[in-house]
């Protein structure tokens, strides 16, 4: 059986609210033909990373929603995603197979937070 393979949307925030140029861009995620965003909550006293049912583009339209948000940075080649909500919370994956994609705060540890972005077409 092979993992699910996916593709995220991603669209910066046009509100200025919760900027931190420190920390990179404000975007929002989603996965790629849902209208299922990434987001941000606390779960058993743990910011855990979650799936809504709501439009990448309602949210670009609408007032920054925090929990919707992320701040996008570059790091050599590749990208890293922090929680606005939760900072220096960041979405990790695991090296193992069939894990959940997860938010953490061990960089470089257990936990890949460095991501390949390709654009699409």
């Avoid at 995620?29 to 990434?38: E, F, M, N, T």
Wanted: with cysteine; aromatic share 12%; charged share 20%.
């Amino acid at each position: 059986m092979t993992t699910p393979q996916f593709t995220l949307d991603l669209i910066a925030c046009r509100n200025t609210e919760f900027r931190d140029e420190e920390k990179g861009n404000l975007v929002y995620l989603a996965i790629s033909g849902k209208k299922l965003c990434l987001y941000c909550t606390e779960t058993e006293g743990k910011p855990t990373l979650q799936l809504k049912e709501v439009s990448i583009m309602d949210l670009y339209k609408s007032t920054a929603q925090k929990p919707f948000l992320f701040f996008h940075s570059v790091e050599g080649s590749t990208s890293v995603f922090q929680s606005v909500s939760y900072l220096d919370w960041f979405i990790a994956t695991s090296s193992k197979a069939r894990q959940p994609v997860i938010l953490t705060q061990g960089r470089g540890l257990t936990h890949n937070t460095n991501f390949y972005l390709s654009p699409q077409n």
